[in-house]
């Protein structure tokens, strides 16, 4: 600001210097030629150096208001150039999910004839706050509190997740290999679906086939868990792996087995990016609760969403298969199970998907139950969704057998909704 | 616990961490570059334009690739694993900010490379200094999908392309003093070429682009080159812009806010009913009636909105639909920064003057 006034200054300067000047060179110029100036000219003379110092004063005139305006602006810019903040507050956001089905013959809570009833009931299935906020400049934390209910008026409330992030450490410049070591209770990275939230999951529920072997809500646990880059053939490929301990025991494929006798996850994961908005992805996952309980899934997704218009169109396909290896009394030695899906974006705010999925029991991997789904979605924004489910289940189990289910979803957030897995749309 | 299970565990969990320092330098090696002697700085950017943008301010001392393409909708990229790999050998991660590429935060944490986290020196948040506008005063989520921080589509006024320069060479000249000249003299070379396409070579010579920018700003550029009489001498895209003064233009979402404020048009609804929703058909006929009532020439959108509603309207009125680019690339064949202005100004001014 000083320096647009000094050079104001400095211009006016120049010209009352000059105009003397210039007065001066006419009059040795009229010296020269021994004729005094005349009235004319004198007038003449006069009315350049008014012009000159007229515009001079706009100048000025226009310099002044300029600052003003500069000062005001800046008045009421203070404080807001702050892009990010969470040094007082972490970002917090809440996800309701309620779920209202209808079915045919009577259900039970995990199917099981002695749990309460869950068939024609309306449920609020989750209640769950998210806070997260980097910690430090080394630390990320996250920390998920939920209020869940598999019956009506029935909830418990936990920690579904609460875990650091190590970027970095204090006596490391950077990660090797971009390692990013979570500590805490999560859902570690097995396969596809575990790792997604209730309110995150493209279908009204949890596939069956990935309840039968890590749980009704999948696969939560506390441990430690690296995730890393492998070298990649391409700029257009990566190849990702986790490793991690965990706590062992309360999973579905070993249902006694102590929390100390600590599991092993490893998975492996390969991206690549077909260009146009097309992508694939494998996933190979191991987890081993010890040498008795083991399981290994297996997982693969194609997904087309367009540059143009992305928010509009888009296609998915895909699937996960799951092959357990256990050698306890009352369980079979190697149930499997699977699940395909498909979803297709008809516009900004509707979906349509279908799915299949084939569970065996645990315990006699001759009794399975077949699933076919189809639902609809739609999205008032991000922020409110509905969907509507039907689903009919074939089972070599009596009270699954011949089930016809109507399911509406509902899911509501408020608060800064942390962005979802890349492959889930909304 | 039982020991020997633990042992046994622990002993397998060792073999699969015992590769990653290997793992680690095999990488680092092949990606990553170091930060002493930095020969050139690897730079990303969440956006073309700004990849542009350094590039002209970087000039031969970087090497730079942007995430997005200029055809995909800068609030919704999907972070995938390949824009993280991109972004983990990266000495430089340059976002718009203001909220526009939530995704961006995603990419750099997964990432996993502590240089272009939040708060530290190579993450840069070009439009911080940029006089934002529609800075909402309450912020519900019943107004749609509301900017916090204001409007985030600050490069399409060019005045504030010089702010976003300012920024990156300021980040460039800390993390590479040694070439912090040269960023310098790029840095002004942008700007005067800025000044010299907005308001035409001699204008800049006779006033000087910093107090042209100024009065252009301030909104008092024409009254004041009327007091000199130097409206003649006025060139570049504010003169071939000067039939769009004053016109209504109607646009899909709030993406025009900023050329519209340079340029002089208005924009008297959105076709969107509020930001991010896609419009009902009775805000579709408000927006006909609109047209009709206030004879809008003009329809203008970015290239990767649905152009649905735009097509029916300009079919029920006879308006214009102009679907352009508002990012750089061979993708939408916008080679630089300044092309996409001309086109821009281009495309408006034919629509505006050929309408029947």
Known sequence: MHSHAASGLAFTLAILATAPSAHGQASDSETDSTAPPTVQELLQRIERLERARDADREDFEFELEGLEDDLSRLESKAGVQTQRSNVFNPGITVFGNFLARADDQSVHLDDDPTAPRIDDQFNLREFEVDYRASIDPWTDGVLIATYESETPGEANATIEEGYVIVKKLPVLDSAPAGLKLKMGRFRPNFGRFNQIHTHDLPQPTYPRALGTFLGPEGYIRDGVEGKFFLPSPSESQTIEATVGLFDGGELPIAPGESASNLSVLGHVKWFKDLGKGRDVELGVSGLQNDSDHRVVGLDGTYKWKPFEGGEWKSFLVGGEFFQADLSEAGLDSSPMGYYLWSQYQFDKNLYFGVRYYHAEDLTDASMSTDTYGAYLTFYTTEFFRLRFGMEHSTSDIDEIDGRNTALLETNFIFGSHPVEPYWVNR | ?356
């Open chain 2, 1 to 356: 616990m039982n020991t020997k299970t633990t042992l046994r565990t622990l002993a397998l969990s060792s073999l699969f961490l015992a590769p990653v320092p290997a793992l680690a330098r095999s990488v680092d090696g092949e990606f990553a570059p170091g930060t002493e002697g930095i020969e050139s700085l690897e730079v990303v950017t969440t956006l073309p334009v700004l990849a542009d943008i350094a590039k002209d301010v970087g000039g031969e001392f970087i090497h730079v690739a942007a995430l997005s393409t200029p055809n995909q909708d800068p609030h919704y990229v999907q972070p995938t694993p390949v824009l993280m790999q991109k972004a983990r050998g990266a000495d430089v991660f340059i976002e718009c900010g203001l909220q526009l590429e939530l995704w961006g935060e995603k990419v750099a944490a997964g990432s996993g490379n502590p240089k272009i986290q939040v708060g530290q020196p190579g993450r840069v948040i070009a439009s911080t200094g940029v006089e934002t506008l529609e800075l909402p005063t309450i912020l519900i989520r019943e107004w749609g999908d509301v900017h916090p921080y204001g409007n985030p589509h600050v490069w399409l006024d060019p005045l504030n392309a010089k702010i976003l320069a300012k920024n990156i060479a300021e980040a460039f000249s800390k993390l590479d003093a040694p070439h912090a000249d040269a960023y310098r003299a790029n840095l002004a070379e942008f700007e005067h070429r800025i000044d010299v396409a907005l308001f035409g070579a001699d204008l800049v010579d006779e006033i000087g682009g910093r107090k042209l920018a100024r009065l252009s700003k301030g909104g008092r550029l024409e009254e004041y080159l009327e007091h000199r009489g130097l409206s003649e001498m006025l060139g570049g895209w504010l003169a071939k812009a000067a039939p769009l003064r004053g016109r209504p233009i109607v646009t899909y979402h709030k993406t025009f806010i900023y050329l519209a404020t340079r340029f002089g048009f208005e924009i008297p609804i959105e076709i969107e009913e509020k930001p991010g929703i896609p419009p009902s058909a009775k805000q579709r006929d408000r927006v006909l009636k609109l047209i009709r009532d206030q004879g809008v020439h003009t329809i203008l959108q970015a290239v990767y909105h649905d152009r649905t509603a735009g097509t029916y309207l300009a079919k029920e009125t006879g308006a214009h639909l102009l679907s352009e680019p508002i990012d750089v690339g061979e993708d939408v064949g916008i080679p630089d920064y300044f092309a996409l202005m001309d086109n821009l100004v281009s495309k408006l001014v034919e629509s505006e003057s050929t309408h029947n």
